[in-house]
């Protein structure tokens, strides 16, 4: 079987043409013209499938089309509801639009989930029934297995990962609430602490990381504190509980058989999982006895939220 995947984003539209393997056959994308209305973009994109499909092979048989799209959809009848990065495709019949230009069923989910389905199918998820995937980038996503089947909710609209509070009146989140996990775990979040331990300590070793990255991002505290800087280590250990604490009580709510972590964060790879896994050791997820959570980085990278997506369509 073949379907083709595509991953939405603020700023780009990405997609490929996957097997029923996982494998990603051939790619294609385009840039979003935000200035551009929904249909408008969707259409052109369309023109861009179109041609991928016929310089890969055209005489491929496609089983449908599975779309990843971020903010808050009506995802049975295909409609996005309002998209905050894409405000111009609110109540874009976004479903409809493709089918009728490619005269193929389409399916559609939030991206999170899609990412999510992506590497429970074929990633770092695929031995595992019931599993959580964290998405530590601007804000942080992720997606719910159960049973092997994806959980979404009523209406497909729970499994909002990152708006779970762990600091009452805490920072103040993109949500509009205060203390959400994504307010503390987020790789927005690490670089706004980070920036705060630097005003405080200019002698620390990540303004000069920071000089040599040409700009204050994630890799700054990591960098630094594998050196030994004392500030960059208050930073990382802040980080590690904040993040800990959140993974530990999706453990105790869902007892899950691995957390997958993706996302630019998780790309320190160890560095960051060893002492996560330190954390989550030392305070027993909850419970003395309780079953073991494997800790993971997800494998698929940028390709996840495409497969993903193309997994609507097999399923």
């Known amino acids: 079987m073949f379907a083709i995947g595509i991953d939405i984003g603020g700023t780009s539209i990405k ?35 179109a041609k991928a499909i016929n310089e890969y092979d055209k005489s491929i048989k496609l089983e449908g089309i599975g779309i990843g799209m971020p903010g808050i959809l009506d995802m049975d009848k295909g409609v996005v509801i309002t998209s905050p990065n894409l405000p111009k495709w609110n109540g874009l019949q976004i479903s409809k639009l493709i089918s009728n ?8 989910n939030n991206d999170a989930n899609v990412a999510t389905l992506g590497e429970a199918r074929f990633g770092s ?8 995937m964290l998405t530590l980038g601007t804000g ?17 609209m ?18 509009g609430r205060r203390g959400c996990f994504e307010a503390y775990a987020s790789a927005t979040a690490l670089i706004r602490d980070t920036k705060k ?7 620390s070793l990540m303004h000069e990381v920071a000089s040599e990255n040409g700009k204050v991002n994630a890799k700054v505290v990591f960098e630094a504190s594998r050196r030994g800087d004392k500030a960059a280590i208050r ?4 980080y590690v509980r904040y993040l800990g604490e959140g993974i530990l009580n999706y453990c105790n709510i869902f007892r899950p058989e691995a957390v997958l972590l993706s996302g630019g964060v998780a790309n320190e790879g160890d560095y960051l999982l060893d002492q996560v ?18 800790l993971k980085v997800a494998s698929l990278g940028y390709d996840s939220g495409k497969i993903g997506a193309a997994c609507l369509v097999f399923e």
């Open 277 to 294: 896994r330190h954390y989550l050791k030392n305070h027993k997820y909850g419970m003395k006895g309780s079953p073991k959570v494997e």
């Open 158 to 175: 729970g499994a909002e990962l990152g708006h779970m509070v762990i600091r009452v009146n805490g920072e103040k989140c993109g949500c």
């Open 197 to 203: 331990e630097m005003d405080k300590c200019p002698d």
């Open 101 to 108: 230009r490619m005269n193929l069923p389409v399916y559609i």
């Open 235 to 238: 930073v990382m250990k802040r």
């Open 15 to 49: 997609g490929a043409i996957v097997d029923d393997t996982g494998k990603v056959l051939t790619r294609f994308a385009m840039d979003v013209n935000k200035d551009s209305s929904g249909e408008a973009e969707v259409n052109r994109f369309c023109d861009v499938m």
């Open 125 to 132: 998820g695929k031995e595992y029934k019931n599993l959580i």
């Open 140 to 156: 942080v996503g992720g997606g719910i297995i159960i049973d092997n089947k994806l959980y979404d909710g009523y209406k497909h």
